[in-house]
């Protein structure tokens, strides 16, 4: 049973710098795992913001980055703003299958 | 414009079935991967199953062997054939369209509810 895992919660000033980190329970997460980045509002679908560690979406902010730190995938928000406060989920990919994180639940505050 | 719109929730008995349909428009879902994700109540996001543009399938542990991901082509539509349901099966079921091997849910439905309860 494959597990990833990410931060349950995260907090962070308006205008402040947070990563959000996603680990593989089979060991170092590479570039081959094809980390994908969503955010998650109350009541709304998840929307992307990051596929394949780096890359954006044409409608993703250009505060939110990802890349690979330390055998996982993070990805970083710079200068935070109030609406960035949701759930944040990575998912990686194990083969065919794929598999989300538990998700971060980011506070802005 | 792209669009997915899920249709099939609802309240089903332990044991029973259901099928889940996505209507897709503003692409051809025979050219994209395409994936269910479901989400308990209060609960994170867990990827169910993906359908290949070539047709191959890929599942869950927690579903395979019970539910079903297909294709109609001209309908422009994906399915999720789910047996056996079980209480742990209730969550909303969204689906999403994978536009690259590496690229997931570029595009999400709203989701439908399914619930397993006697």
């Known amino acids: 049973q494959t597990v990833v895992t990410q931060e349950p919660s995260l907090t962070v000033s308006p205008g402040g710098t947070v990563t959000l980190t996603c680990a593989s329970s089979t060991g170092a997460v590479t570039s081959g795992y094809y980390p994908n980045w969503f955010q998650q509002k109350p009541g709304q679908a998840p929307r992307a913001l990051i596929y394949s560690t780096s890359n954006k979406h044409s409608w993703t902010p250009a505060r939110f980055s990802g890349s690979l730190l330390g055998g996982k995938a993070a990805l970083t928000l710079s200068g935070v703003q109030p609406e960035d406060e949701a759930e944040y989920y990575c998912?990686?990919?194990?083969?065919?299958?794929?598999?989300f994180g538990g998700g971060t639940k980011l506070t802005v505050l | 414009e792209v669009q997915l719109v899920e249709s099939g929730g609802g309240l089903v008995q332990p044991g029973g079935s259901l099928r889940l349909s996505c209507a897709a428009s503003g692409f051809t879902v025979s050219s994209n991967y395409m994936s269910w994700v479901r989400q308990a109540p209060g609960k994170g996001l867990e990827w169910v199953s993906v359908i290949y543009s070539g047709g191959s399938t890929y599942y869950a542990d927690s579903v395979k062997g019970r539910f079903t991901i297909s294709r109609h082509n001209s309908k422009n539509t994906l399915y999720l054939q789910m047996n056996s349901l079980r209480a742990e099966d209730t969550a909303v079921y969204y689906c999403?369209?994978?536009?690259?091997?590496?690229?997931?849910?570029?595009?999400w439905g709203q989701g439908t509810l399914v619930t397993v309860s006697s």
């Open positions: 998912l990686l990919y194990y083969g065919g299958a794929r598999v």
């Open positions: 999403a369209r994978d536009p690259g091997i590496a690229v997931a849910g570029d595009y």
